[in-house]
C-alpha cells in the first residue's frame, strides 16, 4: 500500500495596510513612523510635511489609509482632505491631530474623514483605529466620541428632524418619508438636508453612522411601513 503523501501547511500571509503620514512636525512623524513600524500589519511607504506634498504622494504611492494632521503650514489638513476625496474618493483618511475645537471634527467628517483620533491617543487605540477605518468601520477616540456627544453635535435636531431621521435610518426617500409625515417631498427633501448639514456629514449614510455614535437614534423607534407598490 502506497503511504499517503504528507500534508504540507502553507501560512496564509496577510498584505500589510500601506500609510501615508502627514503631519508638518518632522519628529512628531518620526515618532509615528518609527511607532508603527513596530507593527507586523503596517507599512508606512511614504511622508509629507504639507497637503500639496501629500496630494502627490497620494497619487504616486496609493497607500490603504492616510494619517494626516489638522493644523499645518500652507493648505491644512481639513483642506487636504477635500482634494484628497475629490482627486479619489475612495480615499481612506483618518485624521490623528491635537486639535479637539467641534469645529475641526465636524468639518473633517463632514469632509470624508473616516476616523478622528487625538494625539493622546494610545498605541493599542491607534493600532485599533487604523484597522477599523481599513475595514471600513469608523474610528473615533474616547475624547472626539465626549466632543460629537456634546449638545453642539446632538441638541440642534427638531422633533420633526428626528422624525425624518428615523425613516432616513430605514432607508425611506424622499417622496416616502413626505408621504409617511404628511407633508411634500419638498419638504421632506429640505428636512433630510437639515438633518445632513447639522450633522456635519455629507450624506445620509454618513448622516445615520454619526447619528448611532451621537447615540440620537437610540431614543428613535424603528418605524416599519410597507411602501407602497412593494
Not at 89 to 107: F, K
Not at 170 to 180: D, K, M, S, V
Request: glycine letters at 6%; hydrophobic letters at 45%; aromatic letters at 2%.
Amino acid at each position: 500500500m502506497n503511504a499517503k503523501p504528507a500534508r504540507t501547511h502553507v501560512a496564509m500571509v496577510h498584505p500589510r495596510i500601506r500609510l501615508l503620514l502627514v503631519d508638518d512636525h518632522p519628529l512628531m512623524r518620526a515618532g509615528l513612523a518609527n511607532l508603527l513600524g513596530t507593527e507586523p500589519d503596517f507599512l508606512v511607504v511614504a511622508q509629507a510635511d504639507d497637503g500639496e506634498a501629500a496630494l502627490e504622494l497620494w497619487r504616486t504611492h496609493k497607500p490603504d489609509v492616510c494619517l494626516l494632521d489638522v493644523t499645518m503650514h500652507g493648505i491644512d489638513g481639513i483642506e487636504t482632505l477635500r482634494r484628497l476625496r475629490q482627486a479619489d474618493p475612495s480615499a481612506c483618511v483618518l485624521m490623528l491631530t491635537s486639535s479637539e475645537a467641534p469645529e475641526d471634527i465636524a468639518q473633517s467628517m463632514k469632509a470624508g474623514a473616516c476616523g478622528y483620533v487625538t494625539k493622546t491617543v494610545r498605541h493599542e487605540e491607534l493600532v485599533r483605529a487604523i484597522h477599523d477605518v481599513h475595514a471600513g468601520r469608523r474610528a473615533v477616540s474616547a475624547d472626539v466620541a465626549e466632543q460629537l456627544a456634546a449638545p453642539a453635535f446632538s441638541s440642534s435636531l427638531s422633533p420633526r428632524e428626528l422624525e425624518v431621521l428615523g425613516l432616513m435610518r430605514e432607508g425611506f426617500t424622499n417622496n416616502e418619508i413626505g408621504r409617511l409625515l404628511g407633508i411634500s417631498t419638498r419638504t421632506a427633501k429640505a428636512h433630510v438636508a437639515a438633518v445632513i448639514e447639522k450633522l456635519g456629514v455629507s450624506d445620509r449614510t454618513q448622516a445615520v453612522a454619526r447619528a448611532f455614535d451621537l447615540g440620537l437614534l437610540r431614543a428613535v423607534p424603528a418605524r416599519s411601513v410597507a411602501r407602497k407598490g412593494r
